[in-house]
């Protein structure tokens, strides 16, 4: 079976401070990958997804970055964290091609502070 | 108009009550519909998936489409204390290139024993 690890778990992070932030896929083979923002009143938002090593896209203009090194490796990153990066980050997997369903990871709670 | 719209709730029942949770959605080109439980503070879990209009069943839970209204719903029978959760619908297009699910803000429910 499948399983999708996030860590970690929670982050308290200054102001100004670097991200990095790291998803990884078990039991499967060329996933696609997601990263979703969930903020409160505000719902899930994709940030980034990837159909495949080194390639990207972002659905969201913002200073977070992503980075697939490997098959089943999808990272999260930012330079210089602001306050509104606060939030709870999901990573999710679902099978290549256009499968629909989408799994998600346990999250990361990030507080920009 | 927003693409998704969800009541926010919070809804709260008697256990074995019977809920109804209910989205409606303006794009027509949304063909794929889910339905995703969260307890707090964890990541969203699949429920239920479906892409044609009527009803599917699994267990407790019945997924409704109605394509030509553009409304979808989540039945739970026999509600339980362990159902309180927030849920979310997912809806996602059809065609190359589409990979982004759009979801509604989800609604809160309390099963009370």
């Known amino acids: 079976s499948q399983t999708i690890h996030q860590w970690p778990a929670t982050l308290v992070q200054p102001v100004g401070s670097p991200l990095s932030l790291e998803c990884t896929v078990e039991?499967?083979?060329?996933?696609?990958l997601y990263w979703y923002r969930q903020a409160a009143g505000r719902g899930l938002q994709l940030l980034f997804y990837?159909?495949?090593?080194?390639?990207i896209s972002s659905e969201v203009p913002q200073n977070l970055s992503a980075s697939r090194p490997q098959d089943r490796q999808f990272i999260l990153s930012s330079k210089k964290l602001l306050l509104s990066d606060s939030g709870f980050y999901l990573c999710?997997?679902?099978?290549?091609?256009?499968?629909?369903?989408?799994?998600f990871g346990p999250g990361t709670r990030l507080t920009v502070l | 108009q927003k693409e998704v719209e969800q009541d926010p709730g919070p809804l709260s029942v008697p256990e074995g009550a019977i809920v109804s949770l209910n989205c409606t959605y303006s794009?027509?080109?949304?063909?794929?519909f889910m339905w995703y439980r969260q307890y707090s503070r964890k990541g969203p879990e699949l429920l239920m998936y479906?892409?044609?209009?009527g009803n599917k069943e699994d267990g407790r839970f019945t997924a409704q489409v109605d394509k030509s209204s553009k409304y979808i719903s989540l039945f739970i029978r026999d509600s339980q204390p362990s159902d309180s959760a927030t849920y979310l619908c997912?809806?996602?297009?059809?065609?190359?290139?589409?990979?982004?699910?759009?979801f509604g803000k989800g609604t809160k429910l309390s099963v009370i024993p």
């Open positions: 794009n027509s080109a949304f063909q794929y």
């Open positions: 999710a997997w679902s099978r290549g091609g256009l499968y629909n369903e989408q799994f």
């Open positions: 039991g499967t083979s060329n996933p696609n």
């Open positions: 479906t892409y044609s209009s």
């Open positions: 997912a809806m996602k297009s059809t065609g190359a290139g589409s990979y982004q699910l759009t």
């Open positions: 990837s159909v495949g090593i080194g390639q």
